[in-house]
């Protein structure tokens, strides 16, 4: 995240946008008012040119949203892709959270710190995939726990150090029962300082190779393929997926729907396709940062519309293309032309190209799913 000025008020804000980045950027205040008219930046389709051609120069001209926040986050500057969240700083894909840093895919959680996908934590440090969990640290896969250090896969367990696959387990060291005087005294050999914490760490490491791994975290799920799957049925190379049907390559989506190639957000969506961040919306195709919109593909932060393709920043729009309203019939005229081009250069269905992506290689989640060299990044453009 980035500090630079509003374009519109000029009042400093932290945004997603480089400061050198050729982008217009409003502060939220700014870009969700009426002071500005989205319709403005529109042009007639040019059937003459290349449709992403078109679309790069509106994406340019066209102000975008500092971050991409919802609800109220207060005391929350520093959080992108966030609803509903009260002094927190650093976290990401998150929502209803209170007092918490430096983490990602939480959500109803309290006073925690580095965290990757939780939910309802409390008072938790370096927790991975945590559920209704107090006072646990550096553990991995616990759900119905309070202290909890340095475990993997425990359920409903209470003071337990470095365990593995226990189940209503209290007062456990290294997987062997103590009474609680004696595991008082054990844990405070490796608690209190960075040096025995990291002794404690590799020594769980090495003791945990001795144990038995789940080929997989699956839940509540049938015929379904992945990790981190819950409540699901029929879905395939996801991850990070709660509450979804008839899906295929998809990431962190909730309450998705017959879709495939989906990134983030979900929640009520159906027939979505190459999307990233796309919420309460059916049939869209290649599009990202939209929000109850249906029948749109190829389009940028939209909200509340329909029928849209290569649009940037409408709500309650419809029959539009580049920004710029049509007729239904010329509407379907331009759409289908459009779809025929991609369609003969086999790109319809895919999502947009990199090079239309406001955000540099390093910028984003790329370098950590598909990791390049530097050289690599800048010869890929």
């Given at each position: ?102 983490s990602s895919g939480i959500r109803k959680c309290r006073n925690v710190t580095d965290i990757h996908y939780g939910e309802n934590l ?156 796309v919420g309460y919306s059916s049939r869209i195709i290649g599009s990202s940062e939209l929000k109850d919109v249906q029948d749109t ?9 329909q029928e849209c393709i290569g649009c940037n920043g409408l709500k309650n729009a419809e029959n539009c293309v580049l920004n710029k ?57």
């Open positions: 995240m980035y500090k630079r000025n509003c374009d519109f008020c000029n009042k400093p804000i932290i945004t997603i946008y480089h400061p050198d980045s050729p982008y217009i950027v409003y502060c939220v205040d700014c870009y969700r008012s009426d002071k500005w008219d989205p319709y403005s930046y529109g042009k007639n389709y040019n059937f003459n040119r290349l449709f992403f051609d078109q679309f790069k120069e509106l994406l340019f001209r066209v102000p975008k949203e500092a971050v991409n926040n919802s609800g109220v986050n207060s005391n929350s500057d520093y959080v992108n892709h966030a609803h509903n969240n009260s002094n927190c700083y650093l976290i990401f894909n998150s929502g209803d959270n209170e007092d918490c840093s430096y409390e008072l938790c440090y370096e927790i991975v995939n945590g559920v209704n969990c107090s006072r646990c640290f550096y553990s991995k896969n616990i759900f119905d726990c309070v202290d909890v250090y340095f475990s993997m896969d425990l359920r409903g367990c209470q003071n337990c150090f470095g365990c593995c696959n226990l189940t209503r387990k209290n007062y456990y060291f290294f997987n062997q029962p103590l009474s609680k005087e004696d595991w008082d005294k054990r844990v405070k050999e490796f608690l209190g300082s960075s040096i025995s914490v990291s002794k404690a760490l590799n020594k769980f490491e090495q003791s945990s190779l001795s144990f038995p791994r789940r080929a997989n975290n699956i839940h509540k799920s049938v015929d379904c393929i992945g990790d981190y799957i819950s409540e699901s049925k029929n879905v395939k190379n996801c991850f990070e997926a709660v509450h979804c049907e008839n899906c295929q390559n998809g990431f962190f989506v909730r309450l998705l729907k017959d879709s495939m190639d989906d990134i983030g957000f979900g929640y009520n969506s159906e027939l979505l396709l190459s999307c990233v961040a593909c190829y389009s940028f932060s939209l909200n509340s519309s309203q049509y007729s239904q019939e010329e509407y379907q005229k331009i759409k289908n032309h459009i779809i025929e081009e991609l369609k003969q250069k086999d790109l319809y269905g895919l999502g947009l190209p990199s090079l239309l992506s406001p955000w540099a290689y390093n910028e984003t989640m790329a370098q950590e799913i598909f990791p390049l060299t530097k050289e690599q990044a800048i010869e890929q453009g």
